[in-house]
């Protein structure tokens, strides 16, 4: 399969400018408005799918889950992560000092290194984000010999989902992670998804009930495909 990548234009005042597929799409809030040649990729864009929940059952999970699809049906290599499988001290620099970084931050590290692209689906607590995504993202962006400072976030794409049985869906909780990542380089995407009453949108069902919020959580990650694919070397 060929990928199609979008050149990109920085304007003087640095403003990002890119043409997508079937719409004028923004990037941190800069409105795309050329039309612009075309360059065939050599590979699929690598995106990284994960919830800040370590709950096994996580509603968050699963909409990461639909999003992931969505992304690897617009042409993405997708990974699903779970966190819970990366335990982690909370972030102590003495830690760091006097032992290195852990073993499972080194993988982490890794896998954030080598992708261009995140789907998050971030849970609400008491209006933030979750302990475990903080902490993997403060480790994550710790310097590592050989590489690059913040590596595993500075310009790669980010799309942001969340759900909560309340009516705001965890949109609280992605306020304060997109200032989080684009504070470290991450390009967030305007478009987010918070799902309200999650926990009647399943039933039994693989899918949410509601058909507006399920194209709207597949949208995101074939946004995320589109501008990672973009944005790829």
Not at 18 to 35: F, Q, S, Y
Not at 109 to 129: C, H, M, Q, V
Not at 152 to 172: D, E, H, M, N
Not at 178 to 189: A, D, Q, Y
Request: one cysteine or more; proline letters at 6%.
């Amino acid at each position: 399969m060929s990928f199609v990548r979008r050149e990109i234009v920085i304007a003087p005042d640095q403003e990002i400018y890119t043409n997508l597929p079937n719409m004028h799409e923004l990037i941190n809030g800069r409105v795309a408005v050329e039309r612009l040649p075309l360059v065939v990729m050599n590979r699929a864009p690598r995106i990284l799918a994960f919830s800040g929940s370590l709950r096994t059952s996580s509603w968050n999970h699963r909409i990461a889950e639909l999003s992931a699809k969505a992304a690897s049906d617009a042409g993405a290599n997708v990974t699903m992560l779970r966190l819970r499988d990366y335990p982690l001290p909370v972030y102590d620099q003495e830690i760091e000092a006097s032992t290195g970084l852990p073993s499972h931050v080194v993988d982490l590290k890794k896998l954030f290194r080598e992708t261009d692209g995140f789907l998050i689906a971030s849970p609400e607590y008491n209006g933030s984000i979750s302990a475990a995504l903080k902490n993997v993202i403060d480790w994550v962006s710790r310097p590592e010999d050989g590489h690059p400072n913040l590596v595993g976030f500075k310009g790669k794409v980010a799309g942001l989902l969340a759900c909560s049985p309340g009516r705001l869906g965890g949109l609280r909780g992605l306020a304060q992670l997109r200032i989080i990542l684009s504070s470290i380089g991450t390009i967030v995407l305007p478009d987010q998804v918070a799902v309200p009453g999650i926990h009647d949108q399943f039933k039994d069902s693989d899918v949410i009930g509601d058909e507006g919020m399920q194209q709207a959580v597949e949208r995101v990650g074939q946004q995320v495909a589109q501008v990672a694919a973009a944005l790829g070397d």
